[in-house]
């Protein structure tokens, strides 16, 4: 079956059930899903429940879709994300940011944890993706290319909407968050980088390090969507930081500076 049939079944799945029709999507990145709690007239689906989403396997990932209500604005939430170095095809990782995307959101807006390698960056920091570099080796629009969806080479000299960045530095600004901008570079992971590997990112122009996002950037673009992306720097990059890196460390800053970003999402939502 071909990916465009299985969205729309997805999407007749979701429909058949209770649930509004959203204009901005969300991803929660790790550690920042708490934000679906703040929503109101909620409707949410388990991933396992609909058809052809994969299973979610990493902890603080919850692995729900929850519609609901942030003022004015109707969005739709993936509450936990697939990632690739957890054995998936490429394919079903941006399988849900199609099926948001087909079910005509104008807006994502997707967040992650990085590791913090611009040294003006501290753990806590929030940044406002201006630009990403794929590093993953790999790109979810390999292969046959579905019209009905998107062109075969679609532009990238755009992807995170500056419209959209404005907006959401103007209410940091106003929150007193004092957001960061930068370059978001990804990997596939799971390891770690070597402190040689965050050289060659800090030389190549990064100033974070992830394991997701941009496959998704990518999707959305090829289907017309706008994007807006924001990393929690949960942790400074290997040789940064003088200590090991570990899983704990990014969940914990996540969860520390989870009021903020909950504040400042509540904001830019009904702005977008
Ligand atoms: N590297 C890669 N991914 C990450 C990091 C990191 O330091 N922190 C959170 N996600």
């Known amino acids: 079956m071909k990916i465009y049939d299985q969205i729309n079944e997805s999407i007749s799945f979701i429909k058949k059930n209770d649930y509004l029709k959203p204009e901005i999507g969300i991803v929660l990145g790790s550690g920042l899903g708490e934000f679906a709690n703040t929503v109101s007239k909620k409707n949410i689906f388990n991933y396992s429940d609909i058809p052809h989403f994969k299973k979610v396997s990493i902890k603080g990932h919850a692995g729900k879709l929850v519609f609901g209500k942030i003022q004015n604005k109707t969005i739709v939430i993936l509450q936990g994300r697939y990632h690739f170095y957890e054995g998936h095809d490429i394919k079903d990782i941006v399988f849900p940011i199609r099926v948001l995307c087909g079910m005509g959101i104008e807006k994502i807006i997707l967040t992650n944890a990085a590791g913090g390698i611009n040294p003006k960056f501290k753990p806590g920091d929030l940044m406002v993706i201006h630009d990403h570099i794929n590093l993953m080796g790999i790109n979810p629009l390999k292969g046959e290319n579905d019209e009905r969806m998107g062109p075969r080479f679609p532009d990238m000299s755009n992807v995170y909407d500056k419209e959209l960045i404005e907006i959401i530095l103007g ?100 702005e977008f």
């Open 171 to 270: 209410i940091g600004n106003s929150l007193g968050l004092k957001l960061k901008t930068g370059v978001y570079a990804a990997l596939m992971g799971p390891s770690y980088e070597t402190p040689s590997e965050i050289k060659m990112l800090s030389i190549l122009g990064a100033d974070v390090v992830g394991m997701s996002t941009v496959p998704e950037a990518i999707v959305a673009r090829h289907m017309g969507v706008k994007v807006a992306g924001i990393s929690c720097i949960t942790n400074l990059a290997a040789g940064i930081s003088k200590s090991p890196l570990n899983h704990k460390e990014v969940t914990e800053t996540a969860n520390r500076v989870k009021n903020n970003f909950i504040a400042l999402l509540e904001k830019v939502i009904p």
